[in-house]
């Protein structure tokens, strides 16, 4: 469930690009986002359970605020779409930067109108340290089809990585040339959390599609998942991190699996 915070947010207006952002007690760092989305026509905030100073901060860039809980990732991106009033929407996270090159061409892809969404690169930050190679398998992204035209998508009901379903009939462009900062772990430890909350969340949705598959199965994925970054993806090239990276992307069906299995036994005790 959810409440607006401005009532403005059913006006109909024209205009042309959309930022949004959904969010969760981000005060140590959604200023430097909002700072980078200025270019865009209005700024959407979805705050999800916020009891940090985030609002406060977010009222200084605009009062399009959708307030709430939303258990489900999906849900709460699809509440923040369906508030956006531009003809375009660019979903950005808060740990996300655009660069001022990224911006300008966002504009000027918009402008040609040749399709209905387009693949913007990412540059993967730990720390202060650049990892642009290895990532995928559910534990990053190497690119986020993350502009696209208004309701040409929607996504799914799952926790973490929720799946895109394109309206039928919809256009991928071109991926982009400039590339989004995405400061996604602080550090190794922070990497490892983040792998403890991606399979805990994954756990639950596989219960809840009553389909936690099997143990052998998930085995089997190891190794070519494994491959996939490491080699195929280049992870590679960036030594220790490159190595985790694939580590966690190979461990991340099978811990899910485990965790899921161990929470259903739980249950049925």
Not at 4 to 28: F, G, M, P, T
Not at 113 to 130: E, R
Not at 173 to 184: A, D, E, F, S
């Amino acid at each position: 469930m959810s409440s607006v915070a401005s009532s403005s947010l059913n006006n109909k207006v024209d205009i042309q690009l959309s930022a949004l952002l959904v969010i969760h007690n981000e005060e140590a760092r959604i200023r430097d986002c909002l700072e980078r989305v200025k270019f865009c026509d209005e700024i959407v905030v979805v705050l999800d359970r916020c009891t940090d100073g985030s609002k406060d901060i977010v009222l200084e860039y605009t009062d399009r605020i959708v307030e709430g809980a939303w258990p489900i990732e999906g849900d709460r991106r699809n509440t923040g779409n369906d508030a956006c009033r531009g003809q375009w929407v660019l979903e950005i996270d808060a740990d996300e930067h655009i660069t001022p090159e990224l911006a300008t061409e966002i504009r000027s892809t918009i402008q040609k109108n040749d399709a209905d969404y387009f693949l913007i690169p990412v540059d993967n930050y730990v720390g202060g340290n650049l990892v642009r190679y290895g990532w995928g398998a559910q534990f990053g992204k190497a690119s986020a089809s993350c502009l696209c035209r208004k309701g040409i998508k929607r996504w799914g009901k799952e926790r973490v990585h929720p799946k895109l379903h394109w309206k039928e009939g919809a256009r991928r462009g071109i991926k982009l040339q400039n590339r989004l900062v995405h400061y996604v772990d602080d550090n190794i430890s922070d990497m490892i959390r983040r792998f403890d909350s991606y399979t805990t969340a994954r756990a639950k949705d596989l219960l809840d599609n009553g389909d936690i598959g099997t143990m052998p199965h998930n085995a089997r994925r190891i190794v070519s998942r494994f491959w996939r970054c490491f080699i195929s993806r280049r992870g590679y090239r960036e030594g220790g991190y490159g190595f985790l990276i694939a580590t966690f992307a190979a461990l991340y069906p099978m811990v899910s699996h485990i965790k899921a299995r161990y929470e259903a036994d739980r249950l049925k005790s």
